[in-house]
């Protein structure tokens, strides 16, 4: 796990690596790895984007972390990249992902309502989940969403901080 994370970030990834590893414990080394992975290539680099487009003040920016987790392979593969798809479209017998899950579909309610609500207006608050804020650089608002969908501001602050700085995001 090591040399890979150092494939990706270089000088860094000692840092990094602990900042995940205390943020996620009792994750495995393929674990963490997968997380630091994920932020790399998606997680922070779309967070920089949030950044930018509410900086630049055309319209509200809303922000969210999927972190419902697959019951396939016996949940090893966590909250894979794409997974709130069959949520956003309410398709999640369709998805081998999300089948089996009797707590899929209540999900899968609140996050399409919340998709076409955004769809509609540009707003995606709706009766179904807690009052999302807009996003902005200083609080970070972020719907966090799982069988309790909250809103949380950095969620993910210290690693965002520490990939952000590996990247040289900052």
């Known amino acids: 796990m090591q040399s890979r994370v150092r494939e990706l970030l270089g000088e860094h990834s000692t840092r990094v690596?602990?900042?995940?590893?205390?943020?996620?414990?009792?994750?495995?080394?393929?674990?963490?790895?997968?997380?630091?992975?994920?932020?790399?290539?998606?997680?922070?680099p779309v967070m920089k984007i949030a950044e930018r487009r509410a900086a630049l003040g055309k319209g509200p920016v809303f922000l969210y972390y999927f972190r419902w987790e697959s019951p396939v392979d016996g949940g090893r593969l966590k909250s894979p990249h794409t997974i709130e798809i069959p949520f956003a479209f309410d398709n999640i017998r369709e998805s081998r992902l999300t089948s089996t899950s009797p707590d899929a579909q209540a999900l899968a309610d609140k996050v399409s309502a919340a998709w076409i609500a955004f769809a509609r207006s540009g707003d995606p608050n709706t009766s179904r989940l807690p009052k999302w804020a807009a996003f902005n650089a200083k609080d970070r608002p972020t719907m966090v969403f799982n069988n309790e969908s909250r809103v949380e501001n950095d969620p993910l602050r210290e690693q965002r901080v520490a990939m952000f700085s590996a990247l040289n995001l900052a």
Do not use: T
Request: aromatic share 14%; proline share 7%.
């Open 17 to 44: 690596i602990d900042v995940y590893k205390k943020g996620n414990p009792g994750a495995s080394p393929s674990g963490i790895y997968f997380l630091i992975a994920s932020d790399n290539r998606y997680g922070a």
